[in-house]
């Protein structure tokens, strides 16, 4: 079970999502605040997995609360305004839910909270055939055997995956590659990391990846090589 708190200045908004994580099986909400100075009290003597948090609070605002909390916690913000998405990303939310939401909807940002505290409780075993980017305002899910290749920009990287469209986050092409599995993906290019599985043929400084195919760098071929023949 997820432990949780849920923190908003309107009752029935408290009651809704006490309610929707009743409905999910693995989320227990220990204690529901509508005073939020009240609920840091308490989150300083009792940590829990995850929040629930209005953003737009008159006492104290949920950005706020969050980076008072001394412990790490993950965070699903609530809010009935769009613009504090923005906020909640640049704080790492799981999720963030623009009101009024369905249980759908609901239930789409508990899985990712669950998912990723699967990942973070085992990330060091290499256990988990998943990463988790942020894309979207949100943290996304990314299954590992789906990525087709990886392409690098200035500030941002694009991950192309097998039937889905690509996804893009603010990562460089260094950082991704410390997230996936060792010995799986090996940079070919200055803008490309390719899944070594996934290739169909190696010719003349090309690498193919089923009908796609992409340029192997000079100062990357060695390595490439080294590692592909193995």
Not at 146 to 151: A, P, S
Request: proline share 5%; with cysteine.
């Amino acid at each position: 079970m997820i432990k949780a708190v849920a923190i908003d200045d309107e009752i029935p908004a408290l009651n809704v999502v006490e309610n929707f994580s009743v409905r999910t099986g693995f989320i227990e909400i220990e204690k529901v605040f509508n005073q939020p100075t009240e609920a840091l009290k308490y989150l300083r003597k009792f940590p829990v997995d995850l929040l629930f948090l209005d953003i737009n609070m008159p006492s104290l605002s949920g950005i706020d609360l969050y980076k008072a909390v001394p412990q790490h916690c993950m965070a699903i913000f609530t809010t009935a305004y769009s613009e504090y998405a923005v906020e909640g990303f640049n704080l790492n939310a799981i999720d963030y839910l623009l009101k009024p939401f369905t249980y759908q909807r609901f239930l789409q940002a508990a899985e990712k909270a669950k998912d990723y505290l699967d990942y973070f409780m085992h990330r060091d075993t290499g256990a988990e055939p998943y990463i988790f980017v942020r894309a979207d305002y949100s943290l996304v899910k990314i299954n590992i055997p789906d990525i087709l290749y990886i392409e690098g920009y200035d500030d941002y990287i694009k991950i192309h995956l097998a039937g889905k469209r690509p996804v893009i986050t603010r990562m460089t092409l260094k950082n991704i590659v410390e997230k996936l599995p060792q010995n799986q993906f090996c940079r070919i290019h200055r803008s490309y990391v390719v899944p070594l599985s996934g290739i169909t043929s190696v010719r003349n400084k090309t690498v193919s990846i089923g009908d796609i195919q992409l340029p192997v760098g000079i100062s990357y071929e060695e390595d490439f090589l080294k590692l592909f023949n193995k």
